[in-house]
């Protein structure tokens, strides 16, 4: 139990189930930096996504992610 600083109370429950199985493994991750002289650095170059350097545009970005 933990009260913040309005005075609310929180309560962590940690349960234990036998039936949960961890999830597959997935394709590797990908860091992103927001930068000061482009948009965002990711840690690999993506085809299609970024430069050779990693460094994409807020259009490609936004395009990639169908946002």
């Not at 009260?3 to 609310?8: C, I, L, P, Q």
């Not at 930096?33 to 259009?59: F, Q, R, W």
Request: aromatic share 2%; charged share 15%; net charge negative.
């Amino acid at each position: 139990m933990s009260r913040d600083a309005a005075g609310r109370w929180f309560v962590s429950i940690l349960v234990e189930d036998p039936t949960v199985v961890p999830l597959p493994p997935v394709t590797p991750a990908v860091g992103v930096d927001a930068g000061i002289t482009s948009l965002l650095t990711l840690s690999h170059p993506i085809p299609g996504v970024s430069d050779e350097e990693g460094k994409t545009s807020a259009c490609v970005t936004c395009c990639a992610t169908g946002a």
